[in-house]
T-cell receptor, first 114, second 112 residues
């Protein structure tokens, strides 16, 4: 079975801290994505990557950066956490050029910034 | 710009009731359309999809038909179960695009 694992289920951080959210997939997928999920707003794409060391901005990249040094791992970085970044963060992966349609999601990290 | 609009939840039904969750989209051209489902404590998973007009996607008793004339992709199930309680997301994507646009989600609760 396809597995996307996010390192933490719940995370509490203070304003101004640097935060790392880690995501690992075991399916050898080329594409990886970071979304945030907020009530009433659905899922919004932050960043995605279609290859190692490649990254593309999504709809809301401000305040975030990403790193993909290995194919299986995609990290989301909050350089200086702010309270408006309190949210559920979802990582996803998919296979190749035709794989943008079927995304496999992790179970999410609920981040609270105090 | 392109968007997906779903009926607001929560939707609460009794077991064995008929379910409809409305979804409409705005887009130029002919995107692929999807329903994803998120069970409690889990990530989203693809429920069904349709790639062209009049296609019907189906899975686990759920169905949705791609209606180009009404730009809709409503999700239906004839008899819901308690285990269908989840959040349902409508989404679309162009073949040339590298991202999926999701709706805001509809929470469904089924009473025994």
């Amino acid at each position: 079975d396809v597995k996307v694992t996010q390192s933490s289920r719940y995370l509490v951080k203070r304003t101004g801290e640097k935060v790392f959210l880690e995501c690992v997939q075991d399916m050898d997928h080329e594409n990886m994505f970071w979304y945030r999920q907020d009530p009433g707003l659905g899922l919004r794409l932050i960043y995605f990557s279609y290859d190692v060391k490649m990254k593309e901005k999504g709809d809301i990249p401000e305040g975030y950066s990403v790193s993909r040094e290995k194919k299986e791992r995609f990290s989301l970085i909050l350089e200086s956490a702010s309270t408006n970044q309190t949210s559920m963060y979802l990582c996803a992966s998919s296979l190749g050029d035709r794989g943008f349609e079927k995304l496999f999601f992790g179970s999410g990290t609920q981040l609270s910034v105090l | 710009g392109d968007s997906v609009t779903q009926m607001e939840g929560p939707v609460t039904l009794s077991e064995e009731a008929f379910l409809t969750i409305n979804c409409t989209y705005t887009a130029t051209g002919y995107p692929s359309l999807f329903w994803y489902v998120q069970y409690p404590g889990e990530g989203l998973q693809l429920l069904l999809k349709a790639t062209k007009a009049d296609d019907k996607g189906s899975n686990k008793g759920f169905e949705a038909t791609y209606r180009k004339e009404t730009t809709s992709f409503h999700l239906e199930k004839g008899s819901v179960q308690v285990s269908d309680s989840a959040v349902y997301f409508c989404a679309h994507r162009y073949s040339s695009a590298s991202k999926i646009i999701f709706g805001s989600g509809t929470r469904l609760s089924i009473r025994p």
